[in-house]
């Protein structure tokens, strides 16, 4: 049993999660539209995490017998003038989901709501790697400058982690 509350902020957390994956999954086709393949690939694993992330949730609400409102997505489209912009502005937008986790968290400690609590803890592991992964691309794509063989070399590498990840059926051909 989950306090009406609660069950509205995780709600509203799907709808963000939703968001990111549609966020990411555009920015795979602007990606791929510019010629970055393992960009895209990347973007597209990302698409499919997020995705997770909101069904972890709706299975949560479930299993707590809470309802599961769903709300509209908001349209992430958006221009990029390169590479390098397209990973700060990931940046930004997983800052702003971790900040809207820990609310979250705040709001479960402040009204000893223990499981979404624990529940949570996942989250806040998940935010702390995503944001670090993301910053060391971004630090290694003002390191070759963005262009040339680096660049190439870099959507080359990132493309190969994403297929170790990514379902077979979303894999473009790297
Ligand atoms: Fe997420
Ligand atoms: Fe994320």
Redesign the pocket.
């Known amino acids: 049993m989950l306090i009406d509350s609660i069950s509205k902020l995780i709600n509203q957390q799907i709808n963000r999660?939703f968001f990111?994956a549609y966020l990411?999954l555009d920015m795979s086709a602007k990606a791929e539209n510019a010629g970055f393949k393992g960009m895209a690939a990347w973007f597209m694993a990302?698409y499919q995490?997020?995705n997770q992330?909101a069904m972890k949730m709706i299975r949560y609400l479930l299993d707590h017998g809470a309802q599961v409102e769903l709300a509209s997505i908001e349209n992430p489209s958006s221009d990029y003038s390169d590479p390098l912009d397209m990973f700060e502005q990931t940046l930004i937008?997983?800052q702003s989901?971790t900040a809207s986790i820990l609310n979250l968290v705040d709001a479960a400690m402040s009204s000893k709501d223990h499981a979404t609590y624990i529940f949570l803890q996942w989250f806040v592991t998940?935010?702390t790697e995503?944001e670090a992964t993301v910053g060391d691309i971004i630090a290694q794509l003002k390191l070759v400058g963005g262009r040339g063989e680096g660049l190439f070399m870099l959507d080359k590498e990132l493309g190969s982690v994403a297929a170790t990840v990514m379902q077979p059926a979303l894999a473009g051909t790297v």
Do not use: F, I, R, W
Request: proline share 0%; net charge negative.
């Open positions: 999660e990111s990411y990302k995490e997020e992330h937008h997983e989901v998940e935010q995503e």
